[in-house]
């Protein structure tokens, strides 16, 4: 008989407590202590390693995506530090809605690499039991209810989560990701409008990444950022450097401090680059090239690297042995996913509503 590959999740767990006791050993601050007891993910190497393993299995997507066993998908590269430093300020009671690039914040909340595989895959196995496909992932059990591709439609769902939540007397707040072309929608000013005026606990994070599918921001919006706009509707915003992971995250930390004191919105903008095309398979094409080198040289992921370098915090073999483990998690992933079944015929209507 076939040795069947072993799930992704078996390794990543083991790769999870190696890192950990770095990130222990190493850079463990008070702070950080204080949101490990919720998310373990927080200290710097925990989150170079999120953001390696994000990288890794984006460019996985993009490898298998050229040879055809799936349709198009958006991945998030160039955008890693936005999401793993906004999910690790995150607690487990919190509740996530994201948008088409939904990868890195399904990742950074701890999600199985084979399960997600799988599920772009189509295999009974995935998250969504092979439903959802490229672009639908949701996964209940991490609190991460949907990912949207109707731009701009998790902003309406997230402020109804909050809404439910606030009506409940739930515990935790809502994370909501959303681009600068959902910015530039009417449903963006209704939602938070309402939050708003509701007081809902939603932290609305702007993944500003200067695209909007094959249109340049510069085309479809007057001024570079969005976080301004917050103002109109009497809550906070902040721009933050979001290719600097440690930025991100102590950003994310405050205004998700607020929002769970004073159940008010905030909107969080990450100031970032879309690294690759809309879709794959395609590369960044029509980016100007001027443009891209330029933020090619503010990669999240080279800059974590060499920040830790430079304080000491990890060594070239360090870094090196977390990149190998990176890509040796989604290699199995990959495995898993590829053996795994077709969802029965008689599933096609189950748990789908219409
Ligand atoms: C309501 C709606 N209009 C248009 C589209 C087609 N579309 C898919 S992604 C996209 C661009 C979204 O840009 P942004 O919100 O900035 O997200 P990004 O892709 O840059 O992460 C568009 C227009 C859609 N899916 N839904």
Known sequence: MKKRPRPADAILTLFRSRRQRMVRGRCGSEEEDAVSSSNPVAGPIEMLRQMLLIRAYEMKIVELGGKGPFPHVCTCVGQEAAAVGVVAALREEDRIL??????????????DPGRMLAEVMGRATGYCKGKSGTLHISAKELGVLLTSTIVGGELSLATGVALSKSMLKEKGIVACFFGDGAAAEGIFHESVNLASVWDLPVLYVCENNHWQAFVHRDETMRGAFIAPRAAAYGI???TVDGNDVEAVHAAALEAARKVRETSRPFLLE????RLRGHMEPEPAAGADPKELEHWLGKDPIARMKRTLLERGEATPEDIAAMEAEA????????????????????????????
């Open 98 to 111: 994201t948008n088409h690039r939904s990868a890195g914040h399904l990742l950074a909340r701890g999600a």
């Open 236 to 238: 906070e915003g902040l």
């Open 270 to 273: 990450t100031y970032t680059y």
């Open 327 to 354: 890509d040796a998690v989604v290699d199995a992933a990959e495995a898993f996913a590829a053996a795994s079944p077709m969802p029965a015929p008689e599933e096609l209507t189950t748990e789908v509503y219409a």
